[in-house]
């Protein structure tokens, strides 16, 4: 695989940041974390579908979670809700390919994201901001420290 040069804050990641990637689209779910994550150096997982994701966070700790809507089994707008209800208090970005008006992309946002990407071009330049904007909080002290809550729910 090719690995760019790290990028802005990367080079100052604490060493517990992972990120997780929940797309059902199997090209963009190998693609999108080749031009961000691996752009960044981070380490990151994926996921399927919400329902895979929630039960990954229940095991493992992440602080960035890019998430898209329209999956089966559990959309991106039930699991981020579904997390938000376990507790789960790190970055979760939504991924959409509706509008920025669009009643869908709302009752998304609604569910607990801290920010909705559209589905574009300029999608992966859009996602590394969003992560290196955490990054920087947490080199000065902005953002959570990661760590595992109590009930064994994995979360920033």
């Not at 802005?8 to 992972?18: D, L």
């Not at 700790?61 to 209800?85: C, H, Q, V």
């Not at 559209?118 to 909080?137: F, R, T």
Request: glycine share 8%; proline share 6%; net charge negative.
């Amino acid at each position: 695989l090719f690995r760019a040069r790290p990028l802005g804050m990367a080079s100052a990641t604490p060493n517990s940041f992972r990120a997780l990637l929940v797309e059902d689209d199997p090209f963009l779910r190998m693609t999108l974390p080749l031009t961000t994550f691996n752009t960044l150096d981070l380490p990151f997982d994926t996921a399927e579908d919400g329902q895979e994701a929630v039960d990954m966070c229940a095991t493992t700790t992440y602080n960035f979670i890019l998430m898209d809507n329209e999956m089966p089994n559990l959309s991106g707008s039930e699991a981020t809700f579904k997390l938000r209800e376990m507790g789960f208090k790190g970055v979760i970005i939504g991924l959409t390919g509706h509008g920025p008006e669009s009643p869908e992309r709302q009752q998304f946002m609604d569910a607990g994201l801290d920010g909705c990407i559209e589905k574009s071009s300029e999608c992966a330049i859009q996602v590394i901001e969003e992560v290196e904007k955490y990054l920087a909080k947490l080199n000065t002290g902005d953002g959570a420290a990661s760590s595992a809550p109590a009930d064994g729910l994995a979360a920033a």
